[in-house]
């Protein structure tokens, strides 16, 4: 007897569920757990998923780091994030690995490069991994992916620089959360979004 999978859709969950990325040092992850707090949602924090739960590769050692074993992330959160009870903020500092079909809104941090290269070296960064990260800030990188991922309507980029910008995501991010659930699933127009 085969088994049936049930997927979630923006029309059949609850609750949206929201990406944050961005280049590392933009707030992502300070952003993502203050938005579960605040709505009640459910929090993934991908780096914490893959070392608690040995969903690495081999490591890199150009990039001091252990590769992301995508295959075994995805198989390991997709229960959660098919669900129909949706609330789950996911963070992670890329976004084209993930299904579209798992969130409702995908927010995009952004952050003067200048800022970005003093947070990174204050993290103890090689010059190589600042570089690399400035780059990615400076060409878009990751809002181009974004958007080539996923339904423009739902890509929203922020800017993340300052204390009173991060507490503005904070807040239009919990208003998109609940102009979704009050659209009864449906994609809430984008004057709803921007409110």
């Not at 080539?148 to 998109?176: A, F, G």
Request: proline fraction near 3%.
């Amino acid at each position: 007897m085969a088994q049936i999978i049930s997927m979630a859709t923006p029309e059949t969950r609850h609750k949206p569920n929201i990406l944050i990325t961005g280049s590392p040092g933009t707030g992502k992850s300070t952003l993502a757990q203050q938005v579960a707090e605040k709505l009640g949602f459910e929090f993934i924090e991908i780096s914490k998923e893959v070392r608690e739960n040995n969903l690495q590769g081999e490591f890199d050692e150009q990039y001091n780091c252990h590769v992301l074993d995508e295959d075994k992330l995805l198989d390991h959160i997709s229960d959660r994030m098919d669900s129909d009870d949706g609330g789950i903020v996911v963070d992670y500092h890329g976004c084209d690995l993930f299904p579209e079909r798992w969130f409702d809104v995908v927010v995009v941090l952004r952050c003067a490069t200048e800022k970005l290269y003093d947070r990174l070296q204050s993290r103890g960064y090689s010059e190589f991994k600042i570089k690399e990260n400035v780059e990615c800030e400076i060409f878009g990188t990751l809002l181009e992916e974004a958007k080539e991922s996923y339904k423009e309507e739902i890509v929203h980029e922020l800017q993340s620089e300052t204390p009173d910008q991060m507490e503005e995501n904070l807040d239009r991010i919990c208003k998109w959360a609940a102009a979704f659930k009050n659209s009864g699933g449906q994609e809430p127009q984008s004057d709803e979004m921007d409110q």
